[in-house]
């Protein structure tokens, strides 16, 4: 799937920001955001169902899972900063996160 893969200015940065709620810029200028699973499985689920969606976006997150957190940090790489594609990967992830607290996972 081809995307525009645009930098964005750091005023576009701060837009986008305010309407993904959890999500911080950290000190490398990438997207981060922890996310809390009630255990393992639900975590890992989580990251195997967001895997089927960025690599549909062809944009693949860096990230860790240690027992029920799963570490996030987006950007991207070919432009050196932030695109849209990282933000739609964010709100993606913040989508399947919910729907798994609605089911009793118990994310933050």
Known sequence: MAKSKKKL????IAKS????????VD???ALYREFHF?????AFGFMASVATIAQ???????WSNVYNKVNVRLNTHD???LT???FELANRMNQFAEGDKKSGAGNR
């Open 79 to 81: 432009v050196g900063g």
């Open 56 to 62: 549909e976006l062809d944009h693949h997150p860096n």
């Open 17 to 24: 920001l305010k309407t993904l709620p959890g999500w911080a």
């Open 27 to 29: 000190s490398d200028g």
């Open 38 to 42: 009630s255990d393992f499985s639900r």
């Open 84 to 86: 849209r594609l990282d």
């Open 9 to 12: 200015s750091s005023s576009d």
